[in-house]
């Protein structure tokens, strides 16, 4: 990773932010042209270069390396500070939608687990033909038993025998390609569960998981540690008085994708949001201070609080634990997720919107 500048290397850096600067104020104001030409909006055109230029100022403001991943959540950060007319036209002239290789992983492994829980229902589905067969054997054997008492059965039997003999040879030829397909079975088995060791996707939810989530709060703690970065995380828990009183763990679950959907749909793109476990959210929030992070907590509480829940035809009063706290290196990862998660208690529908996890 490239290195602070320090006393030692500032006429280098500065002549290099200069012409990573001009290079950019060049590219903008060739988006300007195209712009003015494709669209005549040449106020928004001129906005733009000015408001590229001032992301690049304020990473250097703030002493932070100009990579393209920090200058796009600067970018989004200082987006969401102008109008929303600005964003909506921003947003338009660049392309947002491009996968990049996490969100890749994730649904790979989505579909991964899709066609595993089909070649399950597969696997049942031949495992009912084989009961079924063995259940039709019974019954010929029984009737063949049945036409022994009989006098002059011995067309009848001839024809029976002759079936039962023809079904214990589909029986046999079943039970290898059922040892065949068992055999398949457990190989994709471990299959899974290695892809799953490796998995950073929680399918049941359709966010990170617990195991990717502390992965980059590692990396972001050592971001702080070498560069002092600012990244806060915040944890988020529907009460448990209010899991409690639903009974079927379907609608729990149900409740809790909702949760996620709208956790996603107020973060930005750069920060993580993840399942920690037992119905417990995170959000890891890059380049963001307290105060932010502040912000954030009380943009995701009031959509929460604003949408209302069902279960049937029932609304559900819903009661919503947030804390949030900064990483610093007087405590480490496990310490300051320990306090957030102690935190959350403090808050709820009749106490105060989040608690504030200070790092003392």
């Known amino acids: 990773m490239v290195k602070l500048r320090d006393d030692k290397d500032v006429s280098p850096n500065i002549v290099q932010q200069n012409q990573i600067t001009k290079s950019v104020a060049e590219r903008s104001r060739e988006e300007a042209v195209k712009v003015k030409n494709s669209d005549k909006n040449d106020e928004v055109a001129v906005d733009l270069n000015k408001f590229s230029q001032t992301v690049l100022k304020q990473l250097s ?7 393209p991943e920090n200058f796009d959540i600067y970018f ?16 338009e002239l660049i392309d947002y939608d491009k996968d990049d290789v996490l969100e890749k992983q994730a649904l790979i492994e989505k579909e991964i687990k899709l066609g595993f829980g089909q070649i399950k229902n597969m696997l049942q589905v031949i495992t009912l033909i084989y009961k079924n067969l063995v259940i039709m054997k019974g019954i010929v054997k029984k009737r063949l038993e049945e036409t022994k008492a009989n006098a002059n059965p011995l067309e009848v039997q001839a024809a029976i025998k002759s079936f039962s003999d023809e079904l214990d040879k589909l029986n046999t030829l079943m039970e290898r390609h059922l040892d065949v397909i068992k055999n398949s079975y457990e190989d994709v088995n471990r299959i899974f569960k290695n892809v799953e060791e490796q998995s950073i996707y929680d399918s049941k939810f359709g966010v990170y998981n617990k195991k990717y989530f502390l992965k980059v709060l590692e990396d972001e703690f050592d971001h702080v540690k070498r560069y002092n970065y600012n990244v806060s995380v915040m944890l988020i828990h529907v009460k448990d008085s209010v899991l409690n009183n639903i009974p079927s763990l379907k609608d729990k679950n149900g409740i809790l994708r909702n949760i996620a959907k709208i956790l996603l749909k107020t973060s930005r793109r750069s920060d993580v949001v993840a399942h920690y476990g037992d119905g417990y959210f995170g959000m890891i929030m890059k380049h963001t201070d307290i105060e932010g992070a502040k912000k954030a907590c009380d943009r995701v509480g009031q959509m929460l609080y604003q949408t209302t829940f069902f279960i049937a035809e029932d609304e559900i009063d819903m009661d919503i634990e947030i804390s949030v706290a900064a990483l610093n290196l007087k405590h480490s990862v496990e310490e300051t997720l320990s306090k957030a998660l102690d935190g959350l208690a403090k808050s709820g529908k009749r106490a105060k919107l989040y608690e504030v996890v200070e790092g003392n």
């Not at 403001?61 to 990579?67: L, V």
């Not at 600005?86 to 947003?91: E, P």
């Open 61 to 67: 403001d703030d002493n932070i390396q100009a990579t």
């Open 76 to 91: 989004r950060k200082l987006l969401e500070s102008k109008s929303s007319s600005f964003q909506k036209k921003v947003l």
